[in-house]
Every structure is written in structure tokens, then in C-alpha cells.
């Protein structure tokens, strides 16, 4: 699994993916979802009573409102310059996290969590089946008799749907701190047999059309796949919502939200 190059530019990364009191305004969609998943978290936070661990944890975006109001959590992360901006983030905030560079894959910390999340379509840089059950055996070695796993990934159902044009589309648009508009385009193909579906965006402003390209993939995890893969890990899946609000899941969702307890 090789770092994303979504996220070896936090400042950038911040702007497109701002917390819930970012540069979104109130009514934005997006805004309200990103609002909606920080709440989500922090009510998990409050309920799993010990320590927390978050996986694919970026610049802090949930890590530090959870350490915010008083829970004990680990960020991991495999990007180095997102931990650094992270850990910047935390000290002018005034909170104590312990940052950890590491993947998700080959976990080894000491103690064990009453929680392990893994927010935000972390999962889906998992590009293959293998990778996947890694990454759950670790969590799984890493919680507590009874301890939760929780993470949200897309429902491919609507996913592909949404990102299946090799023409180029538009995402979404923010402002710099500056005021410069930027405005970002994508193209995507998807491969059925590795179920991987590669993104390219192109990020551009008005006076500097395509001046950043990334070019990343993820994978499609199907319902089926997840709740067999959770239960092989040792996992019972208590719920799967359809999204943060907490409705129940069904086809046309745009979200697989997952909570699960350890077996055994």
C-alpha cells in the first residue's frame, strides 16, 4: 500500500477535506456530512469509556475534537507530513495525542483499546482481499475482549455510480485561505475483476488551469464481502447504518457505516 498523494500535502488536503467548522459553508452538503461524521465519532468516542485508537487518522480532523473532550486516543497514520501537521494542529489546540507513524496492516502497539475506528474511506486503500483481512486481524488483536470496531466506507452501489465517467467531471469547488476560487474535475475507470476503481483529479484556479493532478485508487468493498470478511476476522457486525444520521442501511445508501464487537 503505498501513500496516497491525496495526502503528502496537508495544508491542500485540509481545504478540500476541512473539518466540520471549516471552509464549508452551513448549507453545504458536504459540510453537513463532515459535521454529521464528527458527531457520529465523538458519541463513539463517549461510549467505547477507555482508550481509543484511530486508524488512518491524517491531520487530526476527528483525532483532536475527541481528545478535545476528554477521550484517550492514538492516531496512526501512514503519511509522516500528516501526523506533522496533525501534531501542530494538536498543540495550538492544547490536547495530548500520541501520533504514531504505521499501516494499518501490520499493527504492533502495546496495551490493547476499548475502541478501534477507522473513519473516512480509510479502508478502501486497502487494495486487495489480503490486505483487508490484515488489516482486521491486527484490529482485532489490538481491542479489548468486547471492544468495537467502527469505520464508514462508500456503498459501491451509489459509489460507482457517482464515479464512473473516464470523462472529466466536476467534484467540487472551495476557496483558498487567499479568496482564489479552486475548482476540482475528475475522471475515474473502474476494473470489475480487482474491484479497484482509479481517480484522477485535477485541481485547477482560474489563472493556473490543471496546476495539480493526482492520480490515486481505491477498492470497492460490496456489502456481502465486508460482513464475510468481518466474520472470518472474528468480528460480529452489531449494525450497518446507511449513513451518519443513523438510518438503517439499505441498497440506494451512500454509506456503509459499521459498528462491530471483538468475538472471543
Same mark, same amino acid.
Given at each position: 500500500?503505498?501513500?496516497?498523494?491525496?495526502?503528502?500535502?496537508?495544508?491542500?488536503?485540509?481545504? /478540500?477535506?476541512?473539518?466540520?467548522?471549516?471552509? /464549508?459553508?452551513?448549507?453545504?452538503? +458536504?459540510?453537513? #456530512?463532515?459535521?454529521?461524521?464528527? #458527531?457520529?465519532?465523538?458519541? !463513539? !468516542? #463517549?461510549?467505547? &469509556?477507555?482508550?481509543?485508537?484511530?486508524? @488512518?487518522? @491524517? *491531520?487530526?480532523?476527528?483525532?483532536?475534537?475527541?481528545?478535545?473532550?476528554?477521550? $484517550? %486516543? =492514538?492516531?496512526?497514520?501512514?503519511?509522516?507530513?500528516?501526523?506533522?501537521?496533525?501534531?501542530?494542529?494538536?498543540?495550538?489546540?492544547?490536547?495530548? =495525542?500520541?501520533?504514531? =507513524?504505521?499501516?494499518?496492516?501490520?499493527?504492533? /502497539?502495546?496495551?490493547?483499546?476499548?475502541?478501534?475506528?477507522?473513519?473516512?474511506?480509510?479502508?478502501?486503500?486497502?487494495? *486487495?482481499?489480503?490486505?483487508? $483481512?490484515?488489516?482486521?486481524?491486527? *484490529?482485532?488483536?489490538?481491542?479489548?475482549?468486547? @471492544?468495537?470496531?467502527?469505520?464508514?466506507?462508500?456503498?459501491? &452501489?451509489?459509489?460507482?455510480?457517482?464515479?464512473?465517467?473516464? $470523462?472529466?467531471?466536476?467534484?467540487?469547488?472551495?476557496?483558498?485561505?487567499? @479568496?482564489?476560487? %479552486? *475548482?476540482?474535475?475528475?475522471?475515474?475507470?473502474?476494473?470489475?475483476?480487482?474491484?479497484?476503481?482509479?481517480?484522477?483529479?485535477?485541481?485547477?484556479?482560474? $489563472?493556473?488551469?490543471?496546476?495539480? =493532478?493526482?492520480?490515486?485508487? /481505491? +477498492?470497492?468493498?460490496?456489502?456481502? &464481502?465486508?460482513?464475510?470478511?468481518?466474520?472470518?476476522?472474528?468480528? +460480529?457486525?452489531? %449494525?450497518?447504518?446507511?449513513?451518519?444520521?443513523?438510518?438503517?442501511?439499505?441498497?440506494?445508501?451512500?454509506?456503509?457505516?459499521?459498528?462491530?464487537?471483538?468475538?472471543?
Amino acid at each position: 500500500m503505498d501513500e496516497c498523494p491525496l495526502y503528502t500535502e496537508p495544508e491542500l488536503y485540509d481545504l /478540500l477535506f476541512p473539518n466540520a467548522l471549516g471552509a /464549508l459553508s452551513a448549507g453545504d452538503e +458536504r459540510a453537513q #456530512r463532515l459535521g454529521a461524521s464528527e #458527531r457520529f465519532y465523538l458519541e !463513539a !468516542a #463517549r461510549e467505547a &469509556e477507555g482508550r481509543v485508537l484511530e486508524l @488512518g487518522c @491524517g *491531520s487530526g480532523r476527528l483525532t483532536i475534537p475527541i481528545a478535545l473532550q476528554g477521550g $484517550e %486516543i =492514538v492516531g496512526l497514520d501512514l503519511s509522516q507530513a500528516m501526523l506533522d501537521a496533525a501534531r501542530a494542529k494538536a498543540s495550538v489546540a492544547g490536547v495530548e =495525542v500520541q501520533w504514531v =507513524v504505521g499501516d494499518m496492516r501490520r499493527l504492533d /502497539l502495546p496495551g490493547q483499546f476499548s475502541a478501534i475506528f477507522i473513519p473516512g474511506n480509510s479502508l478502501l486503500h486497502l487494495l *486487495s482481499g489480503e490486505d483487508l $483481512e490484515r488489516c482486521l486481524a491486527c *484490529s482485532r488483536r489490538h481491542l479489548l475482549p468486547g @471492544g468495537r470496531l467502527v469505520f464508514d466506507v462508500s456503498n459501491p &452501489e451509489v459509489w460507482l455510480r457517482k464515479h464512473g465517467s473516464a $470523462e472529466r467531471s466536476p467534484v467540487l469547488r472551495v476557496t483558498d485561505a487567499q @479568496g482564489g476560487k %479552486i *475548482s476540482v474535475e475528475e475522471t475515474a475507470t473502474y476494473d470489475a475483476r480487482t474491484q479497484i476503481l482509479r481517480l484522477v483529479w485535477y485541481l485547477s484556479k482560474p $489563472e493556473a488551469p490543471d496546476f495539480r =493532478v493526482v492520480d490515486y485508487q /481505491l +477498492r470497492a468493498i460490496f456489502p456481502q &464481502e465486508l460482513s464475510g470478511r468481518l466474520e472470518a476476522a472474528g468480528f +460480529r457486525l452489531e %449494525i450497518c447504518y446507511g449513513e451518519f444520521s443513523r438510518e438503517p442501511f439499505k441498497s440506494s445508501s451512500p454509506r456503509q457505516v459499521c459498528i462491530c464487537s471483538r468475538l472471543g
